[in-house]
């Protein structure tokens, strides 16, 4: 780049920046910003919060979903660039915290919400309810003819089945390694190493026996798959919940009592159909959103 | 950790994954030229097959390689799970290359050099065997250079259907945002595309002089 | 004339329209050929002069008619079997160019699997009849010889395995004038002591005339003169007085 065009550049640059920083500003009032990671679980959420906003406030929503991943999201909010996204209790304490996991979902719970409020100024709300957590999934059929129902039931045929397993869960330090030692369990074969989506696949065309999904995944009901109880409680507590910044609350209190609605109101199962009409179905989000809100949180 | 310090304490596991990825390659390499030969010369034989055969081929190639597997994996012969299935949609991608420069490289012979063999009594198959493929080798070179070159980079995805190779590193990394460990992955495999290329770059030169 | 090695009669050759309708290239060509004697076959361009030698060496199939190559109906013979017996010369030359000079004029006896010793020997007599220095020219690529040098090369290799026909379709055609003066002289001395029966394609008469003991001028797929240089030159067919104005 020439000079004359490198001094043009970072005018614009500057320009931009000059603008943007505006925007917040004009912002400020009327507008609420709802952002969302990039998955479609997070877009979905993040689009009930929306409208349930928009259902019950004079407020008007702005949406921004499928942003980027966690740090994204938790870059925009503490910016001011969003003013809520939905988080889960188990990625902010390790990711965002930095904090070695945990299992109890109570102590994660408390240490989330104060440290977010005392480090970022922003808020936790009551969680929707479901625990987005790695699930260790096998076929229905083998489940019923094997009398699984937990992950100590899976130990006792483990050693006949095959395992295939994405490279996140064989990587993490609360994944794989632990969850053998944890229940003792000893696989025909090392666990295959895949891509997530495919071990779905794999699972279900018979080339594998167990994988480790993600609880509120769309595809367990949509390939019939039974996930196994944590008997043991090893996996830690990922549970959703609004994440908003403390400045809109105190101007706005009706935001939080509009999503005090939402608390409790999302089973593991519900959130997979939601998913699963997402993801399988190909259904709208906003209509999702709207069909779930008029039947589960009824205008009074 | 550095990259240095990751292959030092890693040295077994690292050289183990490449091996993997050269076996890969080398495979699916030569079960594509032993499809894609045979089936570039039909094509010059059978002017009409050339539209749908080298469709075909082009429209794999756009496959997504996580669709293939996908597909692949219900397959009763090359489909399931490991490097049976990898090998397969590697074949798929290095097909056309191959494919296309064998036809180009045997119809771009000189037709005076053809008319004058086939006018002095040589059957098709001694055409083809002594003048025809003997002087497309260059052409045919080139195609496996370019299959070869982007066989090195897809091979990196055969750890998404758990049939190793460099593409572990690179999977585990981006799974545990750990960008050492993608580098380890991704930095071998690029080198080895680079000395691939330049040696066959190299070969094709050398057997296009004459 | 002694025996006759080529004869061609009421040979047609029609290409079939891609409407059904038949075009004919070639038609009622009837001419017969002995041993040292050399057919001019002079004419336009697209008369059907290249057609005829395909016809005869069935890189063409011949729609009506028959062809006989030393007795032999040629469409009884094999292709291959055929083209084996009947030397082959381009103008385009067509030398392979991966092959040396030797290697060029040794294909056919490889392919027929002559003793490498008397190919060896075949190669030298051949490049020394054509002009070529054995020592000098034997090892070298065609890429590395001038046109005439090439032509002679092709030539040789034509008559590696000594047919007793030869075709040759315009050799000199794409040569410098001087360097094809000088060849159509040597050609001419080595076709008087080669003893095989020729069919040489040109749309040059002064060439037709000097080469050929005979000469056939084509127009539009049919012979219209066939006789001695001595009998052209006293034509009265228009197209005859057309060429011999061009002299």
Known sequence: MSPTATRRWCRATRVAVLLVSLVPACRRGDRIVVGAKNFTESDLLAELVAQQIERRTALTVERRLHLGGTFVCHQAIVAGEIDAYVEYTGTAFTAVLQHVPVQDPDSVWRAVAAEYLERFGLVWLPPFGFNNTFAIAVRRADAEREGLRTIADLARVAPRWRAGFGYEFLERADGFPGLARTYGLRFAAPPTAMELGLTYRALADGRVDVIAGNSTDGLIPALDLVVLEDDRRYFPPYHAAPVVRRAVLLRHPEVERALAELAGRLSDAEMRRLNARADVERQDLAVIARDWLAEHVPTP | ?210 | MSETVLEVRGLGFARRGSDGSSQSVVADLTFALGRAETLALLGRSGSGKTTTLKLINRLLEPTAGSVHVAGQEVTTARGVQLRRRIGYVIQEVGLFPHFTVEQNVALIPRLERWPPARIAARVRTLLGMVGLEPDTFAGRYPDQLSGGQRQRVGVARALAADPPLLLLDEPFGALDPVTRVELQREFQSLAQHLDKAMVFVTHDVREALAIGTRVGLMQDGRLVFLGSPGEFRSCPHPECRAFLEAL
Not at chain 2, 46 to 56: D, H
Not at chain 2, 57 to 72: E, K, M, R
Not at chain 2, 150 to 158: D, E, K, N, S
């Open chain 2, 1 to 210: 950790m550095s990259l240095i310090e990751f292959y030092a304490r890693n040295g077994r596991e690292a050289l183990g994954l490449l091996g993997q990825h050269l076996v890969l390659v080398g495979i699916s390499t030569a079960v594509a030229l032993a499809i894609g030969v045979p089936l570039g010369i039909a094509l010059t034989r059978r002017p009409a097959w050339r539209r749908p055969v080298l469709g075909t081929a082009n429209v794999f190639q756009t496959i997504p390689s996580l669709a293939l597997f996908g597909f692949l994996i219900p397959l009763p012969l090359l489909g399931g799970i490991g490097a049976r299935t990898a090998i397969a949609a590697l074949v798929v991608y290095a097909l056309l290359p191959i494919i296309r420069n064998t036809y180009t490289g045997v119809i771009g012979v000189d037709a005076a050099v053809v008319e004058a063999g086939r006018g002095m009594g040589m059957t098709d198959g001694e055409l083809l065997r002594l003048v025809e493929l003997p002087l497309a080798v260059p052409v045919i070179l080139a195609g496996v250079r370019i299959a070869v070159v982007v066989g090195v980079g897809t091979a990196t995805i055969a750890a998404a259907i758990g049939a190793g190779g460099l593409g572990v590193y690179i999977f585990r990394g981006v799974a545990t945002v750990n960008d050492t460990l993608i580098l380890a992955g991704a930095l071998p495999a690029a080198v080895l595309a680079l000395a691939a290329d330049a040696g066959l770059g190299a070969l094709e030169r050398r057997l296009s002089r004459r």
